[in-house]
């Protein structure tokens, strides 16, 4: 009994830490403005159609956090997947109208203060 009780926690707590976040993902609004923009028609994917709006979740989640793409949570696509796009868009100039349509940066700054210099002591 105890086996099966401790499966379904498991199984439970796997399923949770899949859920996306709903405070920072895009909310359904959000992505009818971005899914024409990132969808692609059938005949030009290539092998397994990935999740787009999990792809521009996690991308969005890099550039809020300011982590590295290995950090990355296991609730979003594999990482190498997320970063292959957010290249390609990037280049293409798919991720600037997304940015556009969702009224961001297309960079986060760091919310970090940069350091000021020193400035030389003035000897009397």
Same mark, same amino acid.
Do not use: L, V, Y
């Given at each position: 009994m105890r086996s099966s009780a401790t499966r379904q926690v498991a199984k439970l707590r796997a399923e949770l830490a899949r859920r996306a976040h709903p405070r920072h993902d895009l909310t359904d609004a959000q992505w009818e403005k971005v899914a024409p923009i990132v969808s692609r028609p059938p005949k030009q994917r290539l092998g397994r159609i990935s999740a787009e709006r999990a792809i521009?979740? =996690?991308? &969005?989640?890099?550039? &809020?956090?300011? =982590?590295?793409?290995? =950090?990355?949570?296991? &609730?979003y696509p594999p990482r190498s997947t997320c970063k292959a796009h957010f290249l390609a868009w990037k280049l293409d100039g798919t991720w600037a109208r997304v940015c556009r349509v969702l009224a961001l940066p297309p960079r986060v700054p760091s919310a970090l203060p940069t350091p000021r210099a020193r400035e030389p002591r003035r000897s009397s």
């Open positions: 521009i979740n =996690a991308i &969005r989640w890099i550039q &809020r956090t300011g =982590a590295s793409w290995e =950090a990355m949570p296991d &609730r």
